[in-house]
């Protein structure tokens, strides 16, 4: 019975610290916190145009289809086809790449994965924090590394909103940042997770300006892992909302009926 006991003590330890490891991004790693507004429609359109432009072209969310995306997003039919649909013709498809998984390999060395439910294996915050910490670096393949995922085979495809970072070193206590920049030694860096980047080349986008559409962008992946969220959160506020008036018919009901016993 000892024995027993010890070794559940055991699996739930290593269950706990597995489960901390995965809320950190995985291995430890020190990540940045992103809140997300589920109802902001206005972002999640443009994370699905920034996903569209940026990632469909190597990632696919193969268990998603273009016409739920435009319902649940309230994105115009009209607008649909013009702005998101690049790789298929009808509304009713999946949102596939176009790019064969043959030549992916042969280029990237890996086959892009699919999208739909990253933001459920990897979580928000280990997102926003991987799609900011792309760094400048002539050693790999790509020209690129990501300080949060260590020679990734993945370039950096938003570069031009970004602009051309470098990485400078780590910070002590990597993590829970928004784009923090300090200057005390007459420069000024950006820290995302525990690594710290001097801006070499400005983009298209400002700092905060890339920040926010990132966040954007984490919350159209974190609505492909679950698009009936969207939904379920609106029908349980009615649905409390339906409780707590009953409570109160009930309550008054109770007190008509016990009126004379008092």
């Not at 070794?7 to 990540?31: P, R």
Request: glycine letters at 8%; aromatic letters at 10%; charged letters at 20%.
């Amino acid at each position: 019975m000892k024995k027993l006991t010890t070794l559940l003590v055991g699996f739930l330890a290593s269950a706990l610290v597995s489960s901390a490891a995965v809320a950190a991004g995985g291995h430890g790693a020190a990540v940045d916190k992103v809140y997300l507004n589920m109802s902001d429609k206005a972002a999640l359109q443009n994370g699905a145009k920034l996903f569209v432009n940026y990632c469909l072209s190597c990632h696919s969310a193969q268990y998603a289809r273009y016409n739920r995306v435009a319902e649940d997003l309230d994105i115009p039919l009209q607008q649909l086809k013009s702005s998101l649909m690049f790789a298929t013709e009808k509304e009713g498809d999946l949102m596939t790449t176009t790019m064969p998984a043959e030549d992916a390999k042969a280029w990237f060395g890996v086959t892009p994965p699919d999208l739909t439910l990253v933001a459920r294996v990897r979580k928000p915050d280990w997102i926003y924090t991987y799609l900011r910490a792309f760094y400048r670096d002539d050693s790999s393949p790509s020209g690129w590394n990501n300080s949060l995922f260590e020679n990734v085979a993945m370039p950096h495809a938003m570069y031009e909103l970004q602009g051309v970072q470098k990485l400078v070193g780590k910070v002590a206590d990597g993590g829970d940042h928004a784009t923090d920049q300090s200057a005390s030694d007459g420069e000024t860096y950006t820290v995302v997770g525990d690594a710290k980047f001097e801006l070499v080349h400005p983009g298209k986008l400002s700092p905060a300006e890339f920040d926010k559409a990132m966040g954007d962008l984490t919350a159209f992946l974190t609505y492909l892992g679950e698009p009936a969220q969207l939904k379920r959160k609106t029908i349980g506020v009615f649905s409390i909302a339906f409780v707590l008036l009953l409570m109160g018919l009930c309550y008054l009901l109770k007190k008509e009926y016990w009126r004379d016993v008092h």
